[in-house]
C-alpha cells in the first residue's frame, strides 16, 4: 500500500497551471440549474431557432443505426461537395467539430507559446480561450463604432510582429460585417510571417457580393465556416476551415481523426443539398432582424445594424446593459449573452428566433428596458 504522503498530486503545465479556475462559458443549461426552472427562450447562443433542414433530419433518421459505426475520417464525401460549392479542391478543406475546435487546432499548430496574436478587444471570445490555452500573448485594438477597425487590426500586427490576426466578420458580438474590399485591403497590407484567421461564421447571412474572394492558394489565410448558424446544426458539431493546402494539410497531423461523426457528416451532406431550407432560414432571419429594430425603437434602446443571426443591442452604459441582461434572465427566463469588454458592454446580443420566440422576447424586454 503506498502511503497517503506519496501520492503527490501531478503538476499541471506552465501554461495550463497559469490559467484561471473558472469555467469561461456558462451555458443556457448552467443558468436553468442555478434558477432551478427551465429557460422560456434561448436567445444567448445565436444557435438557429428555426432548426435544421428538414431532409437532413430525415437523412439522420434514416442512418441512425450506423451511430454504431465511426464517421470517414477524411469526411471525404462531405469535402467533395464542399469543395464543389466553393469551387475549390477536397485537399483545401480540413473538417472539425465546428469552428470552436478548428481555431483551437490553428493556434495549436501555428502558435508557439509567447507569440503575439492580434484581434479586436473584447472579440470572439473562444478564439482567446484558445490562445490563452496555447500561452499566447495578445495584442488588441479597440472597435470603433461598434465595428472592427480593419486597418489598426494590420498595424498593430505589423508593430507587434504578429504571428496570428484574428478577424470575425461578420462580427460576433457586434453583428458588424466589413466590405469585401477592406477585407481586400487587409489581405494585401498584411506583414511578413503573419497568418491571418477569417472567422465567418456567418456568412450565409451576406448577399454573395457582400463575401470577399481571397486566392485559395494564399497561404497566409484560413477561412472557417459551421454548420451551426444558417444551418441549424450546432448540436451536431461541425465547421470546416479552407486554405492552401500547404497551410491548412499540416493539421491532419494533429486533429482528431474521427472527431466529427458519421451521423454529422450525413446530416451535413444533405443540409448542403436542402438549399431552399438555408434560403428560408436566411429570409426569416432577415424578417426577424427588421422586427428586432421596431422592437429596440418600442422599447427605447437602439438595435444595430446587423450582418447576423442575432441583434446587438446598445443601452448606452455598461450597467444598463448589465442590468437588462440579469432581468431578462432572472425576472422572464429569457436567455441572452452580453460582451465584457470596454466600449462594447454597453451592447447586449440577442439571437434572431421565429415570431414565437420572439413574441416572448418582446413581452419581456419593453418593460425590462422601462424598469432600468
Ligand atoms: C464568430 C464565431 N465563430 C465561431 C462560432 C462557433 O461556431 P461552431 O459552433 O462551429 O464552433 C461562433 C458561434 O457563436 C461565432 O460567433
Redesign the pocket.
Known sequence: MISDDRRTPPVLSRIVGGLPATIPFLGPEAIERQLGHPLAVRLG???SLFGPSPRAVAALREVAFESSLYGDPEGWDLRVALAANHQIKPENLVL????????GLVVQAYLNPGETVVMSTGG?P??AYHVNGHGGRFATTPYRDFRNDAMALVDLARRENAKILYL?N????TGSVLAPGVIAEMVAALPENCLFLL????AEFLEPAQIPEIAIDDPRVIR??????AHGM?GL???YLFGAPQTVRPLDRIRNQFGVGRLTQVAALESLRDTDHISAVVAAVAEGRAHYGRLADAAGCVALPSS?NFVAFDLGTEARANALLKSLIENYRVFIRKPAVAPIDRLVRITIGPPAARAILAEALIPAVAAL
Open positions: 447562443a445565436n444557435e472539425g467539430c465546428g469552428i470552436d475546435e478548428l481555431l470572439y473562444t478564439f470575425a461578420p462580427d460576433n458580438p472567422d465567418e461564421a456567418y472557417f465556416r459551421t454548420f451551426s448558424k450546432a458539431r461541425l465547421g447576423t
